[in-house]
């Protein structure tokens, strides 16, 4: 099953001192806590101090330490120097984020509404609370839901519209309807955040074109559906 995790070439150079991945369906569903633990493992981390937030589609990223309760309540990005820490997503976007010179780690669950409302943002400012530049930070954008996957009502295409501006065409037309390119959207945000665009990979697998090879929550019934993880961490922590 090794073959079957996503790294990020951008993050591989540094892969001796801070190991990351994506999960794919063959893992399992990640929700489970004992999955997460067996592929954190498989990833070189220490699954037995992975650190996982609550996530509630919100925008509040924390900073955690050493002594950080096992269940982050109520967040959906975290940022540390110490723990490996993970997020789990289904059509929204795992981001993971790594500044190799100072020492500072991040990972970010961002879905529509995490990303409309800033999480990108505040996941690079948790990450220079902890000593981090932006300029030096790396952000990996994992799969999510693609452009012609991702048909949006009007409202919600509107509130892009406004948030993104005319230029970035975060929101594209199909056939009248308007649909959200989530990734050129975090791309856009983590730019305005300071974060240099070589330094961004944003992955183009998309979770609803391929659900024999992830989950999604647009496609998967009840019997089928999970969540992928993606996690990073400090080698030997």
Known sequence: MTEQILYSPLLQQYSDRYPHGISTRVHGDMRDSRRRSEFADRLGLAGGKLRKPQQIHGVRVIGIFDKSEYQIPHADGLASRQLPIGIITADCAPVLALDPEYGVIGAAHMGWK????????????????????????????????????????????????????????????????????????????????????????????????????????????????????????????
């Not at 996941?123 to 012609?148: H, N, T």
């Not at 037309?173 to 959200?180: A, K, L, Q, R, S």
């Open 114 to 237: 995490g990303t409309l409302f800033g999480i990108g943002t505040n996941l690079v400012r948790a990450m220079v609370r902890l000593g981090a530049r932006p300029e030096q930070i790396r952000i990996v954008i994992g799969p999510r839901i693609c452009v012609s996957c991702y048909d949006v009502p009007d409202d919600r295409a509107r509130m892009f519209r406004d948030r993104f501006g005319a230029g970035v065409e975060v929101v594209q037309d199909f056939n009248g309807t308007p649909h959200i390119d989530l990734g050129r959207a975090i791309v856009a945000q983590m730019i305005d955040a300071g974060i240099i665009q070589d330094h961004i990979d944003c992955m183009s697998q998309c979770t609803a074109c391929n659900p024999d090879r992830f989950f999604s929550y647009r496609k998967d019934d009840n019997c089928l559906y999970g969540e992928i993880a993606g996690m990073i961490g400090v080698a030997g922590s």
